[in-house]
């Protein structure tokens, strides 16, 4: 809740390759320019 407003969001959930670990960000929507900001964290 948002200022006692309920609010839909999105996970994307991936397993980072060598590690293992799990990389979850969360977003208010599933517009293309939210996977293209997730994917710039990942390419490190």
Do not use: D
Not at 12 to 38: D, I, K, M
């Amino acid at each position: 809740m948002i200022a006692g407003e309920s609010v839909r969001i999105y996970l994307f959930v991936a397993t980072l390759g060598y590690s293992r670990r799990n990389y979850v960000p969360v977003f208010l929507h599933e517009r293309q320019s939210a996977w293209l900001q997730v994917s710039v964290p990942m390419r490190i």
